[in-house]
């Protein structure tokens, strides 16, 4: 970092922002705000970053396999 730089607004090494692809701010990174990783917070405490499963069959039973 040079001395010249405002670590605030240090974006040349950043990635867009996830939420709005904005360019993302060094004190809320990978985020460009609050907001944004309020967003993302939400996101996760909803389930909304959640993996759908497909559950197995139960109906079959060890003695159906033989």
Same mark, same amino acid.
């Given at each position: 970092m040079s001395l010249n730089s405002d670590p605030v607004n240090d974006n040349? /090494?950043?990635? !867009?922002? !996830?939420?709005? @692809?904005? /360019?993302? $701010?060094?004190a809320f990174r990978p985020f460009c705000s609050k907001r944004c990783a @309020? $967003?993302?917070l939400h996101r996760w405490l909803s389930g909304g970053y959640a993996i759908p499963a497909v559950e197995a069959d139960d109906s079959l039973d060890a003695a159906d396999l033989e």
């Amino acid at each position: 970092m040079s001395l010249n730089s405002d670590p605030v607004n240090d974006n040349a /090494r950043g990635a !867009p922002c !996830p939420i709005c @692809d904005t /360019r993302s $701010v060094a004190a809320f990174r990978p985020f460009c705000s609050k907001r944004c990783a @309020d $967003v993302d917070l939400h996101r996760w405490l909803s389930g909304g970053y959640a993996i759908p499963a497909v559950e197995a069959d139960d109906s079959l039973d060890a003695a159906d396999l033989e």
